[in-house]
């Protein structure tokens, strides 16, 4: 039962345009989500988060939105460049403790 | 600077053997995690421990165990590893307090003959 969704195993932009990842949910319980992001042979870095309280949260080129009512989160990568080339992985703060429930991740090419 | 690290970071190893992987930190962190990537289901919890003598099970915990007798080490074992268990393996840790961010190791790949 995947708790945490990415249905979408890649992403092709150009370099400059607008990327967006997007992720499903199904607990309503989740409240702290977040997005690592993955280059090959490397472990997963932490990129931006975003509360329940909160729809939005922007840092520099990368925004996340939030809505609660569909379970959806997203990611705003705005102007994309060829180094954010990489996996993204989107996760919910389980309701136990710290632990995180990942998504499958999404491959993002941004081409020169 | 702090630090997490795993080793080894490539590992070739035969179905049946005995395999431990180390994963240590200097965050000082009490939060320490593993967990295994495969194409097709990201990142999902092995085990997990809050807190030296404290270990949990996560979501793939069969065939796997783990012990914590230090506040910077969360070694993972592969009691008698199986094909299955071919995979990339990633520690990682994380504060008490603010528990949300996790910071990973490098992670080690682990092939199973």
């Known amino acids: 039962d995947q708790q945490v969704k990415q249905n979408s195993p890649s992403l092709s932009v150009q370099e400059g345009r607008i990327s967006i990842l997007n992720c499903d949910y199904t607990?309503?319980?989740?409240?702290?989500f977040l997005w690592y992001k993955k280059y090959p042979a490397e472990g997963p870095t932490f990129l931006i988060s975003?509360?329940?309280?909160?729809d939005k949260n922007e840092d520099g080129r990368f925004t996340v939105f939030l809505n609660k009512s569909a379970k959806h989160l997203s990611l705003h990568i705005v102007p994309s460049q060829p180094g954010d080339s990489a996996v993204y992985f989107c996760a919910s703060l389980g309701n136990q403790g710290g632990k995180l429930i990942f998504g499958q991740g999404t491959e993002l090419s941004v081409k020169p | 600077d702090a630090e997490i690290t795993q080793s080894p970071r490539h590992k070739i190893t035969e179905t049946g053997r005995q395999v431990t992987l180390a994963c240590h930190q200097t965050?000082?962190?009490?939060?320490m995690f593993w967990y295994r990537q495969d194409l097709g289901h990201g990142l999902r919890l092995i085990h997990y421990?809050?807190?030296?003598?404290?270990?949990n099970k996560g979501e793939v915990s069969d065939g796997y165990s783990v012990s914590r007798s230090n506040t910077e080490d969360l070694p993972l074992t592969l009691e008698s590893a199986a094909s299955s268990q071919t995979s990339v393996y990633f520690c990682?840790?994380?504060?008490?307090?603010?528990?949300?961010?996790?910071?990973f190791g490098p992670g080690t790949r682990l092939t199973v003959t």
């Open positions: 990682a840790s994380s504060e008490s307090q603010r528990g949300y961010e996790q910071y």
């Open positions: 975003i509360s329940s309280i909160k």
């Open positions: 421990s809050y807190g030296v003598q404290d270990t």
């Open positions: 607990n309503s319980m989740f409240d702290y």
């Open positions: 965050w000082n962190h009490n939060n």
